[in-house]
């Protein structure tokens, strides 16, 4: 089995880096190289595209949240690096789902599931979830089932 075409895209833009000689961009890109590659020792198997989304979305999210922590902590120089590093790992996530677009799955789960009320909001979720698979963030779906979910 060969690796993911989105580790290929990973690969190239390193070896692209490197030619560019610019270090900031190499080192974010090693480190989702690591990340990937830490998963793939762990689980003892290649992974798929979707493996290796998952796993850059919970990177973003980890990034996203230390940027707000140095924001609150008046932290601008950090705070800027790691806006920097989230760019680069933004550029391999598939592009955020609009309001009216995740309305319209959220919607859609819950006509599946015959959801009634907020006491459904789990098997809401679980349909759901997939079907946004890292193009918005779980918070944000998880929100709008609760709203939609109460109203």
């Known amino acids: 089995m060969a690796p993911s075409e989105l ?15 610019d270090k900031e961009r190499l080192g974010v890109l ?3 190289q ?4 830490q998963v793939e020792v762990d689980e003892r198997r290649e992974l798929a595209d979707a493996d290796v989304l998952k796993i850059l ?6 990034v996203r949240d230390q940027i707000k922590s140095y924001g609150e902590g008046g932290r601008d120089d950090l705070k800027a690096q790691a806006e920097a590093e989230l760019a680069v790992v ?16 959220v919607q859609e789960a819950i006509a599946e599931c015959g959801a009634a009320g907020p006491a459904d909001m789990g098997k809401v979720m679980k349909t759901v979830l997939p079907k946004v698979a890292g193009r918005a963030d779980g918070g944000r779906v998880s929100s709008l089932v609760k709203r939609m979910l109460a109203g």
Do not use: H, N, W
């Open 57 to 62: 979305g919970s990177y973003a999210r980890k």
């Open 90 to 105: 933004t550029e391999f996530l598939p592009a955020e789902l609009d309001a009216a677009a995740l309305e319209k799955l």
């Open 34 to 37: 690591a990340a990937v590659k």
């Open 30 to 32: 090693r480190m989702l």
């Open 7 to 21: 580790q290929g895209r990973i690969k190239a833009e390193v070896i692209a880096a490197m030619k560019a000689k």
